[in-house]
């Protein structure tokens, strides 16, 4: 974790008002899944107004939505709120050279880093993992400022980061933290730090 990251996290642990922080991953995109992908532009193979009627069960009303520019993301939160707010810092990771190339095309080994040094993973072209995470939280900080829930609507890689993060997990476990296609994940930040209440809700 970057002594950027740490300092915030003090900060944000140091904070007497409480947090109830939603993570919504996207409905499932349109796309071969022998396809590796991050920052494509994707449609969905869902039905978005289904999706988000469900998902209007499990979320606070009258929240703040922020969400990932992508419209795998972007159209899901538009239905969820009219007021929903892009950021692009909460877009999916960029793979480079690897966007949209079969997993079976990638040299021996291409992903062996994620198992061992996550956080020092970067693919031909791509943006470094470390890069990702740290954007990720910046957006995060700004947007928990002066409220007391926050709905963030975005992808599998920044929502293992972040929440990888506020719950202490070191980089290299990051991988077990697997968001499920439209789904909520809920975690309760107080001053004695963040809870889990509920994961792929």
Avoid at 61 to 84: D, K, Y
């Amino acid at each position: 974790m970057s002594l950027h990251i740490r300092n915030k996290m003090n900060e944000l642990f140091r904070l007497s008002d409480p947090l109830d922080l939603y993570l919504v991953r996207h409905p499932r995109p349109d796309v071969d899944p022998a396809l590796c992908y991050g920052v494509t532009d994707l449609p969905v193979a869902e039905d978005i107004a289904a999706c988000a009627a469900r998902l209007r069960t499990v979320l606070p009303s009258g929240a703040a939505v922020v969400c990932s520019p992508l419209a795998r993301a972007r159209l899901l939160a538009e239905a969820l709120s009219e007021g929903a707010q892009l950021d692009e810092r909460l877009r999916e990771l960029d793979f480079g050279e690897w966007e949209l190339k079969p997993f079976a095309d990638i040299p021996a080994g291409g992903f062996d880093v994620w198992g061992s040094s996550l956080i020092d993973f970067r693919a031909p072209g791509g943006e470094p993992y470390a890069d990702m995470a740290r954007r990720v939280w910046d957006a995060f900080d700004a947007h928990r400022r002066g409220r007391s829930t926050l709905v963030l609507v975005g992808h599998n890689g920044p929502m293992r980061a972040l929440t990888g993060t506020l719950l202490g997990l070191p980089a290299d476990r990051w991988l077990n933290l697997e968001f499920d296609f439209g789904r909520v994940t809920h975690l309760a930040i107080g001053p004695l730090g963040p809870k889990l209440r509920a994961f792929n809700r």
